[in-house]
């Protein structure tokens, strides 16, 4: 079974509802098991309201969410619902509950009524797949950003969710705090099958998704593997996005006659890419152009 | 400065005050409380003030903390001693106005400020012995009861864990709006109190808007993360009382009735 899945999903928040507004227009999406799934979009286009449907914050204007086969309109189903696709938001001081750091990893468990001792290692456990171990008792106010969100992260693992869902969790934080909350989500998902959605602003971290889905204005704009997508760089021109640097460069080197691959993401792919078609070019070309080519 | 606040602190530690069960702590300070205002002359409140120098020796919290907790309310201390001072009847030393300065009145302001200052030291040294999480897991549990007679304990005890999360996060907060107000010329420190408090309301103003969107993001993420009232809930930690606990507890019983006897024989 899918671990999320939309039919003609939409949805308008009730207090704007006289202007008709659509939010989410007739979204249809499926999400697989053990999957990286990027959304990428614009401010505005509807993506943190989407988030909030794959559990259950927010329920359907119209058409329907499934959460490994339970509808998320089904209020019984609630529970079963939230605790299969734990979230994470944008700022990590918003979501700590708790003014000591296991015992906000404890929360959700203890919400669910986990038994006392098996509360105890889930923590543990959460804590040390977040590399957290030696923070049980800290005060959270005292870590950095990187590691407040990693407590998040954590105090949803604890949860045991199949799917994580991670609302531009990264935007606040500083590069290495990116990177150390990525490299966790991206274990998380190897060693443990958790399905990731990864909402994020950042073209890089979009990259070593599985799957990219652009949203545009309440709607599936784009939806494919991330090398695909990123090739397609007037479209996403189009919305105001932008392909990642690479990509950018490599267009540009199209236009102006290289014949390069698009398909290049990464900066060495990228420099091989060039230096492969140059050689190419080298050869081909008569005797004449290559003192042209030495003039630069 | 918004850093010098200490209400509400905590400092860490494993002594026989930290490892006290918080229901037993908050029990002693109410007992404490009750003592104190059962005591009337020099033996009593000397009674009350050696047992909380002893507990203050085990707790190993420095004396120089409690009395810096003092601060901000050494206002309240002069207040009540001067209201103390001239409002008590009895032999006139001097007296001006409408102001009679009396003997008993001395003598009562004296032990009013030794009792306000025993009850804020044994409370605050509750509060530097317990984890704020530890002393409303108290309340709650020692409220328990009250949930029969449908009072939202659980509801209570809640809410004040999450104030208590978030008061250094909010100073945090102020701090970072006071210094940028300051970049633009505010000014907190000079003038008189009306134009102090002016001041502060570029300050109050934004902390409140993002507090309340504090509070919104706060409320989805407890929703996510499968919150819903205390019903069914389970805990990481659970209270369970220990020997000691029965022993700290009488010890402070006997103190208090020791107390309460000297008071009424006015010792
Ligand atoms: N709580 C809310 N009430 C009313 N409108 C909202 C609310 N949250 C978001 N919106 C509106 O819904 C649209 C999509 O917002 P959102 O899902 O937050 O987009 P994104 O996360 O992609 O930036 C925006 O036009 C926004 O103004
Ligand atoms: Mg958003």
């Not at chain 1, 202007?19 to 007739?26: A, I, M, P, S, Y």
């Not at chain 1, 190897?190 to 950042?202: A, L, P, S």
């Not at chain 2, 001239?86 to 400020?113: D, K, Q």
């Amino acid at each position: 079974m899918e671990m999320l899945k939309t039919e003609r999903l939409s949805f308008a928040y009730p207090e704007r509802e006289g202007e008709g507004q659509l939010v989410l227009k007739e979204i249809g999406l499926t999400v697989e098991r053990g999957s990286i799934v990027a959304i990428l979009g614009h401010n505005g286009s509807g993506k943190s309201t989407l988030a909030k449907q794959f559990n259950a914050v927010l329920l359907p204007s119209g058409g329907k969410v499934w959460v490994d086969g339970f509808d998320t309109a089904d209020e019984a189903a609630q529970l079963e619902v939230r605790r299969r696709v734990g979230m994470v938001f944008q700022n990590p001081d918003n979501q700590i509950v708790a003014n000591v750091v296991e015992e906000d990893v404890a929360f959700a468990p203890e919400n669910l009524g986990v038994p006392t001792e098996e509360i105890r290692t889930r923590v543990d456990d959460a804590l040390a797949a977040v590399g957290m171990a030696n923070f049980a008792r800290y005060a959270p106010h005292l870590l950095s950003g990187g590691q407040k969100q990693r407590i998040a992260i954590a105090g949803v693992i604890a949860m045991e969710p199949e799917c994580i869902v991670l609302d531009e969790a990264t935007a606040m934080l500083d590069p290495q705090g990116r990177r150390d909350v990525l490299e966790t989500v991206r274990r998380l998902n190897r060693e443990r099958g958790v399905t990731i959605v990864m909402i994020t602003h950042h073209m890089d971290e979009a990259e070593c998704a599985d799957r990219l889905i652009v949203m545009n204005q309440g709607e599936v704009y784009l939806d494919g593997a991330p090398r695909e997508i990123f090739q397609r760089v007037d479209e996403l021109r189009a919305i105001g996005l932008s392909a990642p640097e690479t990509v950018k460069l490599l267009d540009s080197l199209r236009k102006e006659g290289l014949d390069v691959p698009l398909s290049a993401i990464s900066v060495e792919e990228c420099a091989g890419a060039i230096c492969a078609a140059l050689k190419a070019e080298e050869k081909n070309a008569p005797k004449g152009n290559e003192t042209e080519w030495n003039q630069f | 400065m918004l850093k010098d606040i200490t209400l509400g602190q905590y400092f860490p530690g494993n002594t026989l005050a930290h490892r006290l069960d918080p229901r037993t702590k908050l029990m002693m300070v109410v007992l404490y409380i009750v003592a104190l205002f059962c005591a009337k002359g020099f033996l009593s409140y000397g009674l009350m003030a050696l047992f909380l120098l002893l507990c203050v020796r085990i707790s190993k919290v420095g004396f120089r903390a409690l009395v810096r907790g003092m601060k901000p309310l050494i206002l309240i201390l002069i207040f009540t001693a001067v209201l103390n001072m001239f409002y008590t009847p009895g032999r006139a030393i001097a007296s001006f106005w409408v102001f009679t300065l009396t003997v008993e009145g001395v003598w009562a302001a004296v032990f009013m400020v030794i009792r306000i200052a025993l009850l804020i030291m044994g409370t605050f040294l509750m509060t530097y012995t317990t984890s704020p999480i530890a002393l409303t897991d108290a309340i709650e549990n020692l409220l328990g009861p009250l949930k029969r007679l449908r009072v939202p304990v659980h509801e209570l005890a809640m809410m004040m864990s999450i104030a208590l999360r978030f008061i250094p996060t909010l100073i945090e907060e102020a701090d970072k709006i006071m210094s940028a107000q300051k970049a633009r010329g505010a000014d907190f420190e000079t003038g008189n109190l009306l134009r102090r408090a002016k001041a502060m309301a570029p300050v109050l103003v934004p902390l409140f808007i993002s507090a309340f969107r504090r509070a919104d993001e706060l409320a989805t993420a407890m929703e996510c993360r499968c919150y819903h009232g205390g019903e069914g809930r389970t805990k990481l930690h659970v209270l369970r009382y220990q020997k000691r606990d029965l022993f700290c507890l009488v010890t402070m019983a006997l103190v208090m009735i020791g107390a309460v006897i000297l008071g009424s024989l006015g010792y």
